[in-house]
């Protein structure tokens, strides 16, 4: 199993600690690290960042938002960062939800999520392939574009840039069962949210292919109080369940519903959406945010790693506040 750092996205600004940390994990071995985007920083120009003060990590995006960019700006944006890193791009995708998608970035959120990711990896594949010009007739996607208002000159086109790998591997965050399997099927690798090692039939992941990387992020924390380690994760929980979604249609909530706290993640969205945050985050619980995190004394790490190392986990995207974590995980993964 690989280890990765994942540094998430900014909140009010830039952490200005995160490159003395990525180039202390690219010290320590880890294979990579990954950035994120909500709705304020991109991903891709901090990884540009750390790529140029950089010499070996991989490169990811966990994840860049299908709504913010068309498919072909998107690979353009990691053919041209795989090429600047020598080839260390890795390219992960995601839809958000109703809520982001239409109130960030004044788009529909698709009927049929499955049927737009599936175009947009085709388009981005397309692209990294440079086999010919990019064509699709979908429902979501046309290349060339033949709406109604479309002037009827657009013209198929490849990338002027030849990309340094075709195989530059593409990977998907995805929750429900159906789009897991899909993913398995298009996609170069996987990243779950809220993985339990405990759990791993409350996902249905089923067999996966051959190299085929499934990347859960997960709170590390080497501390000697694992009540106070777990209240950063417990934060989390509560506003990603209680605020990222609609009380109908919250994909986070359904997620820790499927793997048995349903009453749970229902109470923290009513409180959430009353305004009552604090108690949101109080209310979820420690159990879950235990078995989804590594949190507690080296020893307590050391016996709970071992469970993330038996299951189909390939790469473990850590989000770890100090660079003491990071050394005592390189250490127990080695």
Not at 231 to 259: C, E, S, T, W
Request: proline residues 8%; glycine residues 10%.
């Amino acid at each position: 199993m690989r280890l990765g750092l994942a540094l998430g996205y900014w909140g009010r600004g830039p952490d200005p600690g995160h490159l003395a940390l990525v180039q202390e994990a690219e010290r320590l071995g880890y294979d990579s690290v990954w950035t994120s985007e909500a709705w304020g920083s991109d991903a891709f120009t901090p990884l540009t960042w750390f790529a140029a003060r950089t010499s070996r990590i991989r490169l990811g995006t966990a994840i860049v938002q299908m709504a913010a960019r068309t498919p072909t700006a998107t690979a353009m944006h990691a053919l041209t960062l795989d090429h600047l890193s020598g080839g260390r791009m890795m390219l992960g995708l995601g839809l958000s939800g109703p809520q982001v998608v239409e109130g960030w970035y004044g788009r529909p959120f698709p009927r049929s999520p499955l049927t737009a990711t599936r175009e947009y990896v085709d388009v981005v594949r397309q692209v990294l392939r440079r086999e010919g010009p990019v064509e699709l007739d979908g429902r979501f996607h046309q290349h060339p574009y033949r709406g109604a208002d479309a002037t009827g000159i657009g013209k198929p086109l490849k990338p002027i840039v030849h990309p340094l790998r075709a195989d530059l591997p593409v990977l998907l965050g995805a929750e429900g069962p159906k789009n897991i399997a899909q993913t398995t099927r298009i996609a170069d690798g996987w990243l779950p949210l809220y993985w339990s090692p405990t759990r791993p039939d409350a996902y249905r992941l089923g067999d996966v292919p051959r190299g085929f990387m499934v990347a859960p992020m997960a709170r590390a924390h080497v501390c000697d109080d694992v009540a106070e380690g777990l209240l950063p994760v417990k934060a989390m929980l509560g506003f990603y369940i209680g605020g990222m979604g609609h009380a109908a249609k919250n994909f986070h909530a359904d997620l820790m519903a499927r793997m048995g706290y349903e009453e749970q993640a229902r109470r923290i969205q009513e409180l959430f959406l009353a305004g009552r945050k604090e108690e949101a985050v109080l209310a979820v619980p420690d159990a879950f945010a235990d078995e989804i995190s590594l949190v507690g004394p080296r020893g307590r790490i050391a016996e709970r790693l071992e469970l993330w190392r038996k299951g189909p986990v390939t790469d473990l995207l850590v989000t770890a506040p100090d660079p003491n974590t990071l050394r005592v995980l390189a250490e127990l993964n080695s």
